[in-house]
């Protein structure tokens, strides 16, 4: 079974350019994740959706960062206009949501390397 | 608030020893779970375990295995005869039933396993 799929790997970029990172869950996964991953702060969570339904945005550092979910299986992370401290590793993770939504385990995609120049 | 700590930022070891990666954790929720989740060099995020807080048994897989304490609010992995395959960054992590799916993850702990 394919995991979840994130593109593209690597996204080398200019500031002040538009960056769209890209991920494909689990197919059957009711939730869908956007971490960040930075040496300073870590793994945090950006956003995650419910049935497409953004659920908690709390994570999404500024009004630059946007993230979509048109369908069950397509959600996008935009971020405009992108800034050197952006750079980051971004993951997309997916989970079941069969149980309790906090129980269910989060799969990672191989996740995204935004370098802002 | 949830938190969890890895205090051991960095571990190195030869190969074929143990080692034993800590984890503690913070809720006030009595209902919660544990995760940890392996980190390889190539830079994925992979699932090893899920332990909810009402089972404090411990759990074996193959070389891996977990000792989950309530009591002192820790959930340490240990790696037995460790290979250099297992070298990775291995992270710890929390979620509660009132936080709704959000996971919070600890440091991560870097582990070097030397030939």
């Known amino acids: 079974d394919a995991g979840v799929i994130q593109s593209p790997r690597h996204e080398v970029t200019e500031m002040g350019q538009e960056v769209t990172l890209r991920c494909k869950p689990i197919?059957?996964?009711?939730?869908l994740f956007w971490y960040r991953q930075t040496m300073m702060r870590g793994l945090e969570l950006l956003i995650y959706?419910?049935?497409?339904?953004?659920?908690?945005d709390s994570g999404m550092p500024e009004d630059r960062f946007s993230a979509k979910m048109p369908n069950a299986s397509f959600s996008t992370l935009k971020i405009q206009p992108s800034e050197p401290r952006d750079s980051a590793v971004y993951f997309c993770?997916?989970?079941?949501?069969?149980?309790?939504?906090?129980?269910?385990?989060?799969?990672f995609g191989p996740g995204t390397r935004l370098t802002v120049l | 608030a949830q938190k969890v700590t890895q205090a051991q930022t960095e571990i190195s070891v030869v190969e074929k020893e143990d080692v034993t990666l800590d984890c503690v954790y913070e809720?006030?929720?009595?209902?919660?779970?544990l995760f940890w989740y392996k980190q390889p060099p190539s830079g994925e995020l992979v699932f090893l375990i899920r332990?909810?807080?009402?089972?404090?048994q411990n759990e074996i897989s193959g070389r891996y295995s977990w000792n989950f304490q309530k009591s002192t609010s820790s959930f340490n992995f240990t790696i037995t005869a460790s290979q250099v395959v297992d070298s990775a960054v291995y992270f710890c992590?929390?979620?509660?039933?009132?936080?709704?799916?959000?996971?919070?993850f600890g440091e991560g702990t870097q582990l070097t396993v030397n030939p």
């Open positions: 959706f419910n049935n497409n339904v953004p659920i908690d």
């Open positions: 332990r909810n807080s009402f089972d404090e």
């Open positions: 992590a929390l979620s509660e039933t009132t936080s709704g799916s959000r996971l919070t």
């Open positions: 197919s059957g996964h009711d939730y």
């Open positions: 809720t006030r929720d009595t209902t919660y779970y």
């Open positions: 993770a997916s989970a079941s949501g069969t149980l309790n939504p906090s129980t269910d385990t989060q799969y």
